[in-house]
Nanobody, 124 residues
C-alpha cells in the first residue's frame, strides 16, 4: 500500500514563501516520477510541477514557473515544493502525486498515487 502524506501548508501573506513536503512510504520511492497538483476553491484540479525519478528533470506550469521549485530527496523518500513570491491566486489545496513511471507530465490520470492534500492560503 502506497501512502503519500503532505505537510507544510498554511496561511501566508502575498509575497511570502512556503515549503511543502510529501513523504512517501510503501514502495521504492526513487523509481518513479513525483508531481504536485492543486485545486483552487470552486475550480478544477490543475498541474503545478513534476520531477523525474532521478531529480534531473523538472517541468512547471506557466503560472508558477520562476516562483516554485520542485525537488526530491530519495534517501528520505520525500519530495518538496518550495513556493516563493506567493500570490492570492495560488490559494488552493495542494496534492502530492506519484507514479511508477520514470517520467510523467501534466495529466493527473498518469499518476497512480495521491496524498490527502494540504491547504495553502495566500492573503492579499
Amino acid at each position: 500500500q502506497v501512502q503519500l502524506v503532505e505537510s507544510g501548508g498554511g496561511l501566508v501573506q502575498a509575497g511570502g514563501s512556503l515549503r511543502l513536503s510529501c513523504a512517501a512510504s510503501g514502495r521504492t520511492f526513487s523509481s518513479g516520477a513525483m508531481g504536485w497538483f492543486r485545486q483552487p476553491p470552486g475550480k478544477e484540479r490543475e498541474f503545478v510541477a513534476v520531477i523525474s525519478w532521478s531529480g534531473r528533470w523538472t517541468w512547471y506550469a506557466d503560472s508558477v514557473k520562476g516562483r516554485f521549485t520542485i525537488s526530491r530527496d530519495n534517501a528520505k523518500n520525500t519530495v518538496y515544493l518550495q513556493m516563493d513570491s506567493l500570490k492570492p491566486e495560488d490559494t488552493a489545496v495542494y496534492y502530492c502525486a506519484g507514479t511508477d513511471a520514470s517520467y510523467a507530465y501534466a495529466n493527473g490520470n498518469d499518476y497512480d498515487y495521491w496524498g490527502q492534500g494540504t491547504q495553502v492560503t495566500v492573503s492579499s
